[in-house]
């Protein structure tokens, strides 16, 4: 999509893991944080982030993937990831970009994307920025490699291969012990 006027941030963050101390530390530094930067370049009718601390309905998740035009998955180490995937299946004729750590599992299969490193926050901010510029073209070549990694590399696909792996990592402890 079309950058018009200024770009803001909606940052989503259903709340999990809620009782354990190092995600209440985390929750409290990420609103201090957002207040700052509120608090700083907000204008009139604008701010730059919003932060939505709750869970959403998939038709809404849907929407919000749709009209973004860049989806930020930047664990520091995670698992699947599966929001990125769930972005891309969502994206139609204008598509967006992802932006995705090269520390998440879904990295592995989604080499469409722009891949970063997290901890790296210029190549971060580099990648943002492309994003957010990248002719229509690119967006859709992009998109179209990405449907077909999610398409084929399925939830079922990565389950059935975890546990292939996970049945050949036992067998491989019983006979070494």
């Not at 941030?9 to 207040?35: C, F, H, K, T, W």
């Not at 919003?50 to 038709?59: C, F, G, W």
Request: charged residues 25%; hydrophobic residues 40%; negative net charge.
């Amino acid at each position: 999509p079309a950058l018009r006027g200024k770009v803001s941030m909606i940052q989503i963050s259903a709340p999990s893991r809620s009782r354990v101390p190092e995600y209440v530390d985390e929750r409290q530094r990420v609103n201090q944080l957002v207040g700052q930067i509120n608090g700083r370049f907000s204008e009139a009718g604008w701010v730059p982030i919003h932060y939505l601390y709750r869970s959403y309905p998939q038709a809404e998740l849907t929407a919000f993937y749709r009209e973004a035009n860049v989806c930020l998955v930047t664990p520091l180490r995670d698992g699947m990831n599966l929001v990125a995937k769930e972005y891309v299946a969502c994206q139609d004729d204008d598509p967006g970009v992802v932006v995705l750590s090269r520390f998440c599992g879904a990295a592995d299969t989604m080499k469409e994307a722009l891949l970063v490193n997290p901890y790296d926050i210029e190549d971060t901010a580099a990648a943002i920025y492309r994003a957010l510029h990248m002719p229509k073209r690119e967006r859709i070549r992009r998109r179209d490699a990405l449907m077909e990694d999610i398409s084929e590399f399925t939830a079922r696909v990565w389950c059935d291969s975890f546990l292939s792996d996970l049945a050949g990592a036992e067998i491989s402890y019983l006979r070494a012990g």
